[in-house]
């Protein structure tokens, strides 16, 4: 389970790094938010309260930020105008692709010479683990 840890640890820190060095020097966080507004265009503050459990103060202090920084874009909500409908601006979606493409390459560099068996069958392992631990907590 070390080594489990070991390779995550390493996968974070390639992430983050190309995170810090990337063209918006983006946190963890923030890439969390754009990432989850690209799949849930449309979504609330409230929404992603919910989805990730997250302190609804410092997510409006994020959504602020990167409202001010032009990546995402609000519209009152046409049955509740107290709610704002947060989604990508076109500069938020170009950045999340580049973040995307960025994440794919880290996994490449994961799973090098790795076949394709050797990945499914890493795959499966991995589940099963996760699965055990499901059932025990």
Do not use: E, Q, S
């Given at each position: 389970m070390e080594l489990v840890h070991t390779v995550m640890h390493q996968l974070r820190s390639l992430q983050y790094q190309a995170l810090r060095d990337?063209?918006?020097a983006l946190t963890h966080m923030e890439s969390k938010?754009?990432?989850y507004f690209g799949r849930q265009p449309g979504a609330t503050q409230s929404d992603l309260v919910q989805h990730s459990g997250r302190d609804k103060a410092q997510l409006a202090?994020?959504?602020?930020?990167?409202?001010e920084r032009g990546l995402l874009t609000s519209e009152a909500d046409a049955a509740d105008r107290r709610n704002l409908r947060l989604t990508l601006t076109a500069e938020g979606q170009?950045?999340?692709?580049t973040l995307q493409q960025q994440t794919r390459k880290v996994n490449a560099q994961a799973v090098a010479g790795l076949s394709a068996a050797e990945r499914e069958q890493l795959r499966g392992l991995l589940q099963r683990l996760r699965d055990n631990l499901d059932r025990e907590a």
């Open positions: 990337g063209p918006l938010v754009l990432n202090r994020l959504i602020k930020g990167l409202r170009g950045l999340l692709k």
